[in-house]
Nanobody, 119 residues
Framework: QVQLVESGGGLVQAGGSLRLSCAAS????????MGWYRQAPGKQRELVAF???????NYADSVKGRFTISRDNAKNTVYLQANSLKPEDTAVYYC?????????????WGQGTQVTVSS
């Protein structure tokens, strides 16, 4: 089993910044992709950003230029630096980790951390 512990959410004014962290522990094996998703009230969960084991990144158009995803493989931790936050960024942010178990990829999710941006 893999456990994910998220931190860094909170309340911030528009234009402010937050840094989210997600640390993986347990029977990790080989971690492939690490990413962040978010879900606003009444909306579907959507991809915010992900980073591959090789460091390649992909971002949702809505956060490009404002958010930066990074990872520390030694600490099995993924980060999301969110700058120039907007009220529409308000959501529960979930960490996602894809672990390779032999020939099988297994998805793990964090418990979610609330990000609220006030106008």
């Amino acid at each position: 089993q893999v456990q994910l512990v998220e931190s860094g959410g909170g309340l911030v004014q528009a234009g402010g910044s937050l840094r989210l962290s997600c640390a993986a522990s347990g029977s990790i094996g080989s971690i492939n992709e690490m990413g962040w998703y978010r879900q606003a009230p009444g909306k579907q969960r959507e991809l915010v950003a992900f980073i591959t084991s090789g460091g390649g990144t992909n971002y949702a158009d809505s956060v490009k230029g404002r958010f930066t995803i990074s990872r520390d493989n030694a600490k099995n931790t993924v980060y999301l630096q969110a700058n120039s936050l907007k009220p529409e960024d308000t959501a529960v942010y979930y960490c996602n980790v894809v672990v390779l178990m032999g020939a099988v990829s297994v998805d793990y999710w964090g418990q979610g951390t609330q990000v609220t941006v006030s106008s």
